[in-house]
């Protein structure tokens, strides 16, 4: 008998919708089921994502790439907007002030009153105390320099310049003035420090490129920075991105870029590779709005003053908040991190792709694990498409908040060998197409509560004692949504607070095999392909059409014509199926089979 797939009209609606605006906004159609449902292999059923699938997809550094910073820039024309300063179109410089470095020496062009070049060969340090000054970098050095002191804000243009400082900064900027930094369209500019330093009492020089000032980047050049002795590009205020620029960290020994009170992306195209921490800013926010960022770390953990740490490719000491573009973070090092937050991390929207392949690591009673994106406050995802992928050992989560975990919209999948989810007070779903499947641990893991209101959730757990959804036995509510979990235990949803049914299936399952769920009428309510074999299954299953009365329980069989999210099918022809039990639903909660619950570990 064949059985029509009529359940789930409103969450075929929700995936037209999501795959209208992936397909447009982001290329990235998470909810077109494009991906394999069993992991480690491909369905050839089923087409595969243009980005690639979850389990396939990479991150690399392809600097002749320059897609991805096509989105429309905001000049801030209003002087009492925040910002407005940071913009250079604000600002005016009418003197001139040339740099030609020529191998040992410099040619220099000053007529301005009020500003000083002195110079040993190629190492120029300048004195300015005049406004509306720029200064225009050029030529080749391999033992030269530039430093800066300045009492007022000026531009700065490097006009493919290349220079090398064997014993310090490529670039010192020793005033706390706002610098504009224009990358001369068509060029290419490149500095390298040294391995060690030269230092000058009572001043820093952190990094190949280091200033004291704001540091705001703009043109439509490209530069280059290796930075040999620590960090590659350090502001000891905050650094701005706009678009057309292009920065490529080569390699950084410490962070690519470091600051201490922010790092404003609002445009442009940063490739990152660095040892410690690609993104760095140590007590102010990192917001991102649009451009491309693509960070490689490669540090392993260590223990350093009674702790361990760990590198990370964005280290934010406070808010991260990103609204558009794309964010492309890999971490490799022993208990790496993707994106790693002291405050809350909010993502409206854009692209994000996570991806850590760590193990944990141990030193004597510490311990730190890989993460992909981790954070002590709150995790907030209203829009966007998330992709996250950690497949070190033990501790490596997904998506770890250690307040409340909210996911309001846009389109997340995780992958992981820990628990994919987990949350320290609360999980919060009101809404999104979210895809969550742990190797080892729980695909949902909340450490206090779960409320769901609205969306579309499968969650993946290993083997018994392992859960699909996790609650710790604390309150778990569903009043809205589409939720299947899957794994060896479940939580059992709060049945006095709930006001959507659910019912737990308990049974054995064997991986790529179909279950479907038919009412009296033969209608479906649930078809799902299984993604992994269980000797003890055990599935949760909510949603809008689980209504009163009688249902039967098919596994086996094909689906037709059907089209998958994660393998849970929305349309299709579900046929040849064998019967394998009946229930009647008349409660909030009604348990069918061999059910193991509890969950998994409380953590």
Request: a negative charge.
């Amino acid at each position: 008998m064949k059985r029509k797939n009529a359940a789930f009209v409103g969450f075929g609606v929700i995936m037209a919708i999501l795959m209208y605006s992936c397909s447009n906004d982001t290329n990235l159609d998470l909810a077109s089921g494009q991906v394999p449902i069993v992991p480690g292999q491909n369905d050839s059923s089923l087409e595969n994502d243009i980005d690639g699938t979850l389990l396939d997809f990479d991150i690399q550094i392809d600097e002749l790439d320059v897609s991805g910073d096509d989105a429309a820039e905001t000049v801030i024309t209003d002087k009492d907007v925040d910002g407005y300063d940071d913009f250079i179109e604000n600002s005016t410089f009418t003197k001139v002030v040339t740099i030609h470095y020529d191998g040992v020496s410099i040619v220099v062009d000053n007529q301005v009153d009020g500003v000083t070049v002195e110079s040993v060969g190629a190492h120029v340090v300048i004195n300015s105390t005049v406004k509306e000054v720029e200064y225009v970098l050029s030529g080749t050095t391999a033992d030269g320099s530039f430093k800066m002191y300045s009492s007022n804000k000026y531009k700065l243009t490097l006009n493919g310049v290349s220079i090398t400082n064997p014993v310090g900064a490529a670039i010192n900027i020793q005033s706390k003035k706002r610098v504009f930094v224009i990358l001369e369209e068509g060029t290419i500019s490149n500095l390298t420090d040294g391995i060690s330093y030269d230092t000058v009492d009572g001043e820093d020089m952190k990094g190949c490129f280091f200033s004291e000032a704001q540091l705001i980047f703009s043109g439509n050049g490209t530069l280059n920075i290796s930075g040999l002795y620590k960090h590659a590009l350090v502001s000891d205020d905050y650094i701005r991105f706009r678009k057309g620029v292009k920065l490529n960290v080569r390699q950084a020994i410490k962070d690519g870029i470091h600051t201490n009170d922010g790092v404003i992306i609002g445009g442009g195209i940063l490739n990152i590779n660095a040892i410690d921490d690609g993104i760095q800013c140590e007590d102010g926010d990192i917001v991102m709005m649009a451009g491309k960022v693509t960070v490689l770390t490669t540090g392993n953990g260590s223990y350093e003053d009674g702790d361990t740490s760990s590198s990370s490719a964005i280290n934010c000491g406070a808010m991260f908040t990103m609204s558009g573009g794309t964010l492309q973070l890999k971490s490799t090092g022993s208990a790496g991190k993707g994106l790693n937050c002291d405050g809350d991390i909010t993502i409206d929207g854009g692209v994000v792709k996570v991806i850590t392949t760590g193990k944990q690591f141990v030193y004597q009673k510490l311990d730190s694990s890989a993460k992909g994106i981790k954070s002590k406050g709150n995790v907030t995802i209203n829009d966007g498409v998330v992709w996250v992928k950690t497949t070190g050992d033990e501790g490596s989560e997904g998506i770890e908040s250690k307040a409340v975990l909210t996911i309001n919209g846009g389109s997340v999948a995780v992958y992981a060998y820990d628990d994919a989810l987990n949350a320290s007070n609360h999980i919060d779903i009101n809404g999104g197409n979210i895809y969550c499947y742990s190797i080892d641990n729980d695909g949902i893991d909340s450490n206090g509560t779960i409320t769901m209101t609205g969306g579309t959730v499968i969650a993946v757990g290993a083997a018994s004692p392992e859960a699909g959804i996790d609650c710790d036995q604390s309150t778990f509510k569903i009043t809205g949504g589409t939720l299947l979990g899957v794994g060896g235990s479940t939580s059992t949803p709060t049945s006095g607070v709930c006001t959507q049914r659910s019912v737990i299936y308990g049974a054995s399952g064997t991986a790529g095999q179909y279950l479907c769920i038919q009412n009296s009428d033969n209608v479906s309510v649930l078809t799902y392909q299984i993604p992994r074999t269980y000797n003890q299954m055990t599935l949760l299953f909510s949603g809008p059409l689980l209504d009163t009365g009688s249902y039967t329980v098919y596994t086996g069989g094909s689906v037709e014509d059907g089209s998958s999210f994660y393998g849970l099918y929305s349309d299709g022809v579900y046929q040849n199926g064998t019967k394998a039990t009946t229930f009647s639903v008349s409660s909030i909660v009604t348990s069918v089979g061999n059910v193991a619950g509890g969950g998994g570990r409380p953590w």
